[in-house]
């Protein structure tokens, strides 16, 4: 699956490793450089953690920096432990919840 942000510069989708499922996002046409997070094989984690990411992009404008979409997700630098900070990501975050700017499948 791959979602792309309103006017094409951004890209964030499901990718199938062996070691399960990866949420990732970078650049259109590059390899994804702000997000890496590894789902693992629980099929009942890709959907509250895509909304739940989707949500915090939502407060970006489509111009953000690299610097600016990792700062949204402060604890987790490329390749974060999902277990670790699964709870943090699901989190409602009222202060990230803004006006959509939104992805469009």
């Avoid at 990792?70 to 974060?80: E, L």
């Avoid at 277990?83 to 992805?103: D, Q, R, W």
Wanted: with cysteine; charged share 20%.
């Amino acid at each position: 699956m791959r979602l792309l942000s309103e006017g094409g510069r951004w890209e964030l989708g499901f990718s199938p490793y062996q070691s399960g499922i990866r949420l990732r996002m970078g650049l259109c046409g590059r390899p994804p450089s702000v997000i890496d997070f590894c789902l693992g094989h629980d099929p009942g984690l890709y959907s509250p953690v895509l909304l739940a990411v989707i949500r915090r992009l939502e407060a970006l404008p489509e111009s953000a920096s690299a610097s600016e979409v990792d700062a949204v997700f402060p604890w987790a630098g490329t390749r974060p432990d999902m277990s670790i900070h699964l709870k943090a990501l699901l989190k409602e975050n009222p202060a990230t919840v803004a006006a959509p700017h939104g992805l469009e499948p």
